[in-house]
């Protein structure tokens, strides 16, 4: 039976679960989880499971907008995201977990300011090598921004 862990933001709207073991915790030199200051662990999308509702989260995307980005819309904690190179995995806080302690593993430092920045107007504390985005055809002005690239459908354990 593998072990199942539980995960709260601070104020406690925001309830998940994570079943497995937690062998990979990571923190990331992206400008984003700099700022987040997050230590991460990571599992494949059935291993995560929503226990309150979708509408308490809140999504930041930025970006390829591949990776989402969900925090608790009342105490601002973030919770988990989906990846952008792996989008059917959830990173996690590790910090939310309020039954694991991280106090004994090694952690691997992920390199996340060397991934490109595909944005059309990034930021330029941004860093990481610059990918210009598709232009746009006359016609289908904005097409890149307003259509972004599919994402992966929720699991069925994730739907709300
Ligand atoms: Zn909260």
Same mark, same amino acid.
């Given at each position: 039976?593998?072990?199942?862990?539980?995960?709260?933001?601070?104020?406690?709207?925001?309830?998940?679960?994570?079943?497995?073991?937690?062998?990979?915790?990571?923190?990331?030199?992206?400008?984003?989880?700099?700022?987040?200051?997050?230590?991460?662990?990571? !599992?494949?999308? %059935?291993?995560?499971?929503?226990? /309150?509702?979708?509408?308490?989260?809140?999504?930041? =995307? $930025?970006?390829?907008?591949?990776?989402?980005?969900?925090?608790?819309?009342?105490?601002?904690?973030?919770?988990?995201?989906?990846?952008?190179?792996?989008?059917?995995?959830?990173?996690?806080?590790?910090?939310?977990?309020?039954?694991?302690?991280?106090?004994?593993?090694? !952690?691997?430092? %992920?390199?996340?300011?060397?991934? /490109?920045?595909?944005?059309?107007?990034?930021?330029? =504390? $941004?860093?990481?090598?610059?990918?210009?985005?598709?232009?746009?055809?006359?016609?289908?002005?904005?097409?890149?921004?307003?259509?972004?690239?599919?994402?992966?459908?929720?699991?069925?354990?994730?739907?709300?």
């Amino acid at each position: 039976m593998p072990p199942t862990y539980h995960g709260s933001c601070h104020c406690g709207a925001v309830r998940f679960e994570v079943t497995g073991e937690i062998t990979d915790i990571a923190t990331c030199d992206c400008s984003l989880c700099r700022k987040k200051n997050a230590l991460m662990g990571k !599992v494949p999308e %059935a291993q995560l499971r929503l226990l /309150t509702d979708w509408s308490e989260l809140g999504l930041y =995307e $930025w970006n390829k907008r591949v990776a989402k980005h969900y925090f608790c819309k009342t105490c601002g904690i973030y919770t988990f995201h989906r990846k952008r190179a792996q989008p059917d995995w959830f990173s996690f806080n590790i910090h939310c977990l309020d039954d694991f302690d991280p106090a004994n593993m090694t !952690v691997r430092a %992920a390199s996340g300011k060397d991934m /490109t920045v595909e944005a059309p107007d990034p930021r330029p =504390e $941004w860093p990481g090598p610059r990918v210009t985005p598709p232009q746009p055809e006359s016609g289908r002005a904005m097409s890149y921004r307003l259509n972004p690239p599919a994402t992966v459908g929720m699991s069925s354990a994730l739907k709300p």
